[in-house]
């Protein structure tokens, strides 16, 4: 049964800050993004939360909703309220700036290490690389490459938690596309750098950063091919 | 440790898993076997006494499973306990001699006649 108004907890403040209740109107079809819109708009307009597109392109809006990491623009309300009452924090894993806001840039520096950046072999004088549609390499990348970069599955990482160097699931994912990417000339800087300590070899194949992540990838399967990928490797002795 | 040899220790993990998964099944199909019959230490040792092909195949468990679970109980002294590499890499080899010395004395009591 639905209750109305929805009772929302919602974080307020720093990583030392507390959660702070609100009374939002229900309406149909309503998201958990709009509770918070509606929060800013009508209760509390020094509420600090991010998001662009609403439509979940764009990965800026993801929150800790009841506990779970979620996008918040495509979260019905009708799913996660459990009697009526919905608790609303930034994502897990990294520092909190204010209030629904988690500071991403650990997260994205983690791509960078990971050597997310495409490394072209070609010039615009070279002919288009020929890739087929079907074949392994191409359906591998294709598996990964609807990341929108919401840090959901980091936040819902426990080797992420307890190992702060951890490169994390999507930057591993994101090195996965470009391994299998055949105009890529930068595997063997990427091989030895997702491999060891911070990369592949710590995932303890948990899955939580599957079962969160909101467009159905499987940042696990990315992370099983870097480990075969980087078995037949011989890593220099790099410190 | 470097990459490499982080690299080289899961290889190794990963093969022995291979090789335990397959001595577990034979170790419990025989279990569930053997007990059909009641359990009884004469009734095993008929069977294992002065058989090289039992004692071939339990000493390759017992390695297995000493290297397997001794690599594991590194990653958990080092994520669990906050241990340091150098010194989970020594708890891992008093791990491993631990369990290979007391696991294949144990092969040698059932095997050697």
Same mark, same amino acid.
Request: with cysteine; charged share 20%.
């Given at each position: &049964?639905?209750?109305?108004?929805?009772?929302?907890?919602?974080?307020?403040?720093?990583?030392?800050?507390?959660?702070?209740?609100?009374?939002?109107?229900?309406?149909?079809?309503?998201?958990?993004?709009?509770?918070?819109?509606?929060?800013?708009?009508?209760?509390?307009?020094?509420?600090?939360?991010?998001?662009?597109?609403?439509?979940? &392109?764009?990965?800026?809006?993801?929150?800790?909703?009841?506990?779970?990491?979620?996008?918040?623009?495509?979260?019905?309300?009708? !799913?996660?309220?459990?009697?009526?009452?919905?608790?609303?924090?930034?994502?897990?894993?990294?520092?909190?700036?204010?209030? *629904?806001? +988690?500071? &991403?840039?650990?997260?994205?520096?983690?791509?960078?290490?990971?050597?997310?950046?495409? !490394?072209?072999?070609?010039?615009?004088?070279?002919?288009? +690389?020929?890739?087929?549609?079907?074949?392994?390499?191409?359906?591998?990348?294709?598996?990964?490459?609807?990341?929108?970069?919401?840090?959901?599955?980091?936040?819902?990482?426990?080797?992420?938690?307890?190992?702060?160097?951890? *490169?994390?699931?999507?930057?591993?994912?994101?090195?996965?596309?470009?391994?299998?990417?055949?105009?890529?000339?930068?595997?063997? +800087?990427?091989?030895?750098?997702?491999?060891?300590?911070?990369?592949?070899?710590?995932?303890?194949?948990?899955?939580?950063?599957? !079962?969160?992540?909101? !467009?159905? *990838?499987?940042?696990?399967?990315?992370?099983?091919?870097?480990?075969?990928?980087?078995?037949?490797?011989?890593?220099?002795? +790099?410190? | 440790?470097?990459?490499?040899?982080?690299?080289?220790?899961?290889?190794?993990?990963?093969?022995?898993?291979? @090789?335990?998964?397959?001595?577990?099944?034979?170790?419990?199909?025989?279990?569930?076997?053997?007990?059909?019959?009641?359990?009884? /230490?004469?009734?095993?040792?008929?069977?294992?006494?002065?058989? @090289?092909?039992?004692?071939?195949?339990?000493?390759?468990?017992?390695?297995?499973?000493? @290297?397997?679970?001794?690599?594991?109980?590194?990653?958990?002294?080092?994520?669990?306990?906050?241990?340091?590499?150098?010194? /989970?890499?020594?708890?891992?080899?008093? /791990?491993?001699?631990?369990?290979?010395?007391?696991?294949?004395?144990?092969?040698?009591?059932?095997? @050697?006649?």
């Amino acid at each position: &049964m639905e209750v109305n108004p929805l009772e929302v907890s919602v974080w307020r403040g720093g990583a030392d800050g507390r959660f702070e209740t609100f009374e939002v109107p229900r309406r149909a079809s309503q998201t958990v993004l709009d509770v918070v819109t509606y929060i800013q708009r009508h209760l509390d307009p020094t509420l600090a939360y991010r998001f662009a597109c609403r439509v979940g &392109m764009c990965g800026s809006c993801a929150m800790t909703v009841n506990g779970t990491p979620r996008w918040t623009c495509r979260t019905h309300v009708d !799913k996660v309220a459990k009697g009526g009452r919905v608790t609303i924090g930034p994502l897990a894993n990294m520092p909190v700036v204010r209030d *629904l806001v +988690a500071d &991403m840039r650990e997260f994205f520096d983690k791509w960078a290490r990971a050597r997310g950046q495409f !490394k072209p072999t070609a010039t615009r004088e070279n002919a288009f +690389a020929r890739v087929k549609p079907d074949s392994p390499e191409r359906r591998e990348a294709d598996a990964g490459i609807e990341c929108i970069g919401c840090g959901v599955c980091y936040a819902a990482c426990d080797v992420v938690a307890w190992k702060p160097e951890y *490169l994390g699931p999507a930057a591993l994912n994101r090195a996965w596309t470009l391994v299998n990417d055949a105009r890529d000339g930068g595997q063997s +800087a990427r091989l030895q750098a997702v491999a060891g300590d911070a990369g592949c070899h710590s995932c303890h194949t948990l899955m939580s950063c599957t !079962k969160h992540c909101p !467009k159905g *990838l499987s940042p696990t399967r990315a992370i099983a091919g870097l480990k075969r990928a980087t078995a037949g490797v011989d890593f220099e002795d +790099a410190p | 440790m470097s990459t490499r040899g982080e690299v080289r220790l899961w290889i190794v993990q990963r093969a022995t898993a291979a @090789v335990l998964a397959l001595c577990v099944v034979v170790h419990l199909a025989t279990i569930i076997y053997a007990v059909r019959g009641g359990l009884t /230490a004469a009734e095993i040792l008929s069977r294992t006494r002065g058989s @090289v092909a039992w004692g071939a195949f339990y000493a390759v468990f017992v390695i297995a499973a000493a @290297v397997h679970g001794s690599i594991g109980l590194r990653t958990i002294c080092m994520e669990w306990l906050g241990l340091a590499k150098p010194w /989970a890499g020594r708890l891992m080899a008093v /791990a491993a001699i631990a369990m290979l010395l007391t696991g294949l004395r144990a092969v040698c009591a059932v095997v @050697v006649p």
